[in-house]
T-cell receptor, first 116, second 111 residues
Framework: NAGVTQTPKFRILKIGQSMTLQCTQDMNHNYMYWYRQDPGMGLKLIYYSVGAGITDKGEVPNGYNVSRSTTEDFPLRLELAAPSQTSVYFC???????????????FGEGSRLTVL | KNQVEQSPQSLIILEGKNCTLQCNYTVSPFSNLRWYKQDTGRGPVSLTIMTFSENTKSNGRYTATLDADTKQSSLHITASQLSDSASYICVVSVGTYKYIFGTGTRLKVLA
């Protein structure tokens, strides 16, 4: 069982370039998330999805876009990369334990992005 | 405003010693609270979950407590090992699909 798989693990971009971070999960989870983690800071939510075809903004969505065409895949697109987007990006998925109780978050291994 | 605060920010202990990490939260509606361990360069991994009605839960050398009245949780690590060196993140679930993260406690265990 692979869990949550992210690619690439590392990437260096020049200012103004675009790229897509790939994320796929094989646990049939409805909920998927993209977070960024900056040094000394908690994880910040960029975008999330509660199911195929449904996405919504998190705390820090500017400069990013997402899509969710299937349950398994949730790619994150960076348009016109800026130095402020230098960070470690984590994709995660989760499920419902009960109607009012969320399940465990399963994280990918992270993608370290540097924008120069 | 939903918030999760952790203390201390960092901690250094000797191998074999015990330690306790703290988490205070202001979150509504509270669903559950989890402690995650994040090794350097890796994604966070869940250690334990606490629901509203639970006071204590253990997972090997890790014991989590929850006081829903004071909105505080703690993670106690017994007989620390070098492999316990990591960041420990307190995460509170809000409703059905939202999570609020603390900034973590960075633990270093020295031989």
């Amino acid at each position: 069982n692979a869990g949550v798989t992210q690619t690439p693990k590392f990437r260096i971009l020049k200012i103004g370039q675009s790229m897509t971070l790939q994320c796929t999960q094989d646990m049939n989870h409805n909920y998927m998330y993209w977070y960024r983690q900056d040094p000394g800071m908690g994880l910040k939510l960029i975008y999330y999805s509660v199911g195929a075809g449904i996405t919504d903004k998190g705390e820090v969505p500017n400069g990013y876009n997402v899509s969710r065409s299937t349950t398994e895949d949730f790619p994150l697109r960076l348009e016109l990369a800026a130095p402020s987007q230098t960070s470690v990006y984590f994709c995660a998925s989760s499920y419902l334990l009960s109607p009012a109780n969320t399940g465990e978050l399963f994280f990918g291994e992270g993608s370290r992005l540097t924008v120069l | 405003k939903n918030q999760v605060e952790q203390s201390p920010q960092s901690l250094i202990i000797l191998e074999g010693k015990n330690c306790t990490l703290q988490c205070n939260y202001t979150v509504s509606p509270f669903s559950n609270l989890r402690w995650y361990k994040q090794d350097t360069g890796r994604g966070p991994v869940s250690l334990t979950i606490m629901t509203f009605s639970e006071n204590t839960k253990s997972n090997g050398r890790y014991t989590a407590t929850l006081d829903a009245d004071t909105k505080q949780s703690s993670l106690h690590i017994t007989a620390s090992q070098l492999s316990d060196s990591a960041s420990y993140i307190c995460v509170v679930s809000v409703g059905t699909y939202k999570y609020i993260f603390g900034t973590g406690t960075r633990l270093k265990v020295l031989a």
